[in-house]
């Protein structure tokens, strides 16, 4: 079966209470998809974040004695760090311009995921030409597994059809250039293949046992998306080549006692 | 634009010398799929490696003392390691039951990428049932960027069609759980797309600079092509969103100076 991934055309500049779901389903008749069982929606942290009111003003925030340390070290701005460390349970390395966490919602990233980019200034009109907005940085989403399930069951209810929902962000890999997309929460859909036992060709078991499915379905949105001003933060999936059922974004997350690279 | 990856029917087991551009071709026809230009080809690494002839036996193969030691770490085939010394540049990690490694074809892997599933025992005939085929083991491609070409110029002189060719294998990631495709060749595609410059929605420039586009598009090839029996050795993918150049895999490694995880 063909996998096919669309990106969603119409959705808006999203602001704090805007609802999801409602744009989401406006936006699939737009692009003129109807939804199928099985189908599945990827959408950005950034739009979701913003929905759910997770722009900080920076000039709202004061840095901490470790935030001042830790952003000189870093090379960055000690309130972005105050930020950060909110936003984090463990600093992992320090370098100028990088700083890696392990993120209170467990995964391991750069910067706490915290964005500037696409971050409609606070004090400025939206259409100003040459806007800079940099006391604007956008937060993760608190919750992301909550927020793709409150979506999930808002359109499912509206189109009687099951379907998945999952959040992804850009991340860095330790040992490899470029971001690529990664699952940062999700609902109805498996976020890891456990093929153990699983008897290959010639009839042994294969060594290779868990597959990161929402990872690897994160990259091929991720893809779709784009990353600059073309990018679109939502893309319709059909043929996910697994059964839908509940999962969690944790699942993907590797236990720290079991972290070789730490 | 939708992305579309469709896995190819028709390929048969793969043995040393057989011609994999012909057997593309010859499984698009079976998928009834007509190649355009700037479609792309992914195939997994094992099917490379056994048309290359990069199967061999441990029966032939003597541990050096240092195998035999790490061996004994690892809890490994003292003649498996030995192998894996060959195949790679420095050992990172030592664990029961894996060894990571600088591959040395320059990326970070787990046990050098050696792959005993879905390898056809070396002294048993095919046919037989429950075979046991311990004793071969698949080596990764020599040259994963170079039998990309070769796949791929083949392919266009018949076709007269512009393509990329990719070649994928399955890793696993520091931190999180469960392997996804990464690309480890290519030819006729970029490997990042460098954003540096890029302005974002709101005039401003984006921080985030390099996306793995091929890491992506191999997660992609990899979620459709699956893990085990029903798994299928090649996808064709439509619609890739950026301009199609020549590249290589190692625009993808990450110098190991800037590694902060090693």
Not at 17 to 43: F, K, Y
Not at 137 to 143: A, E, G, I, K, S
């Amino acid at each position: 079966m063909t996998l096919s991934l669309t990106p969603l055309h119409g959705i808006p500049l999203i602001r704090q209470g805007d609802d999801l779901a409602d744009i989401l389903v406006g936006s699939l008749q737009t692009t003129r998809l109807t939804l199928e069982d099985n189908d599945i929606l990827v959408i950005t942290s950034k739009i979701v974040s913003k929905a759910e009111g997770r722009l900080v003003d920076l000039a709202t925030v004061t840095p901490s004695e470790r935030a001042r340390e830790l952003a000189r070290q870093a090379e960055k701005d000690p309130r972005l760090v105050e930020l950060l460390l909110q936003e984090s349970n463990e600093i992992l390395r320090v370098r100028p311009g990088v700083i890696i966490v392990e993120h209170r919602l467990g995964f391991v990233c750069a910067n706490a995921g915290i964005d500037h980019s696409n971050v409609a200034p606070l004090h400025l009109p939206q259409d100003s030409p040459n806007l800079r907005g940099e006391e604007g940085v956008l937060l993760l989403p608190r919750d992301p597994d909550q927020s793709s399930r409150k979506i999930r069951e808002k359109i499912e209810a509206q189109t009687g059809k099951r379907i998945g929902v999952m959040i992804i962000d850009s991340h860095g890999r330790a040992w490899r250039i470029g971001t690529v997309g990664m699952c940062i929460g999700l609902s109805g859909i498996p976020a890891v293949m456990d093929e153990r036992g699983w008897r290959d060709l010639f009839g042994y078991e294969l060594k290779i046992t868990i597959v990161g499915v929402a990872d690897e379905l994160a990259a091929a949105a991720s893809l779709v998306m784009g990353q600059a001003a073309e990018g679109t933060p939502a893309v319709h999936v059909r043929g996910f080549p697994y059964p839908l059922r509940e999962g969690s974004f944790k699942e993907l997350l590797r236990p720290k006692e079991q972290d070789m690279f730490r």
